[in-house]
């Protein structure tokens, strides 16, 4: 009988917490965008004004579509 070895690895964890309440929309769709989309400190800094330019575009797309889900849920 062959066995072979099993490894896994979690990558970096993030924990957000708040007190007395759950995340608002605009702090989930950050935190979603964090996820998405990263930027490198090492980019040219005309690419990198752009990728955070589109990096905020995209939260608020988020943001947009997580307040619409939340005004039609029931």
């Known amino acids: 009988m062959q066995t072979q070895d099993?490894?896994?690895?979690l990558g970096d964890l993030d924990v957000k917490t708040q007190n007395y309440r759950g995340h608002s929309v605009e702090e989930v769709a950050k935190m979603a965008t964090d996820k998405l989309i990263s930027i490198s400190n090492e980019?040219?800094?005309?690419i990198r004004a752009q990728a955070h330019a589109f990096k905020e575009a995209c939260k608020k797309v988020v943001a947009y579509y997580m307040q619409e889900a939340v005004n039609n849920h029931m």
Do not use: S, V
């Open 43 to 46: 980019a040219p800094a005309p």
């Open 6 to 9: 099993f490894t896994l690895e």
